[in-house]
T-cell receptor
Framework: AQTVTQSQPEMSVQEAETVTLSCTYDTSESDYYLFWYKQPPSRQMILVIRQEAYKQQNATENRFSVNFQKAAKSFSLKISDSQLGDAAMYFCALNTGTASKLTFGTGTRLQVTL | SQTIHQWPATLVQPVGSPLSLECTVEGTSNPNLYWYRQAAGRGLQLLFYSVGIGQISSEVPQNLSASRPQDRQFILSSKKLLLSDSGFYLC???????????FGPGTRLTVL
């Protein structure tokens, strides 16, 4: 079975500052993908960043980057230069393919303050 | 570019009434299609997925069913809605089962 754990129900960051959202996962598969999705108040799920497990290099997308620690099964998201539009629920998700589904964490609500 | 549509956006239905939610994808062929449900303040739960026309896999036993009558059309149905069917329903598609999924705008269903 696959599990994804997000231990921070809520986080707050000041505009222009940096924040890190935590995620740990568990799977017996060696080949899998990890994702961070953003869900703004509109509730549409938006892909923020993806990481292939076989790649050692951490993925980066503009202000968003991950710290992927495969041995520790940790996959944190760093948001740099936070903007008001970053305020949303952030979900960490795991896909091993054999399960044919995304397994989501419970989410972290990020607030961005002035 | 690919686009995914869902309708209706909002639906209020009485208990015991039927349900039909529709999802269509444009700009791609033979996508994998998914139906998720999100309860308030929770993560997403996969309900059904489909790898091709007429091929449906159910993840959890429930009051709902899914069908895929055309390559890029995915329908979520119920013959008789329960109060517990209330939630936010999201359709998604992917190229590969193991890769990222792209989500539609969702349907908010309230069963009274």
């Amino acid at each position: 079975a696959q599990t994804v754990t997000q231990s921070q129900p809520e986080m707050s960051v000041q505009e222009a500052e940096t924040v890190t959202l935590s995620c740990t996962y568990d799977t017996s598969e060696s080949d899998y993908y990890l994702f961070w999705y953003k869900q703004p108040p509109s509730r549409q799920m938006i892909l923020v960043i993806r990481q292939e497990a076989y790649k050692q290099q951490n993925a980066t997308e503009n202000r968003f980057s991950v710290n992927f620690q495969k041995a520790a099964k940790s996959f944190s998201l760093k948001i740099s230069d936070s903007q008001l539009g970053d305020a949303a629920m952030y979900f960490c998700a795991l896909n091993t393919g054999t399960a044919s589904k995304l397994t989501f964490g419970t989410g972290t609500r990020l607030q961005v303050t002035l | 570019s690919q686009t995914i549509h869902q309708w209706p956006a909002t639906l209020v239905q009485p208990v015991g009434s039927p349900l039909s939610l529709e999802c269509t994808v444009e700009g791609t062929s033979n996508p994998n299609l998914y139906w998720y449900r999100q309860a308030a303040g929770r993560g997403l739960q996969l309900l059904f997925y489909s790898v091709g026309i007429g091929q449906i896999s159910s993840e959890v036993p429930q009051n709902l069913s899914a069908s895929r009558p055309q390559d890029r059309q995915f329908i979520l149905s119920s013959k008789k809605l329960l109060l517990s069917d209330s939630g936010f329903y999201l359709c998604a598609w992917s190229v590969l089962l193991r890769d990222e999924q792209f989500f539609g705008p969702g349907t908010r269903l309230t069963v009274l």
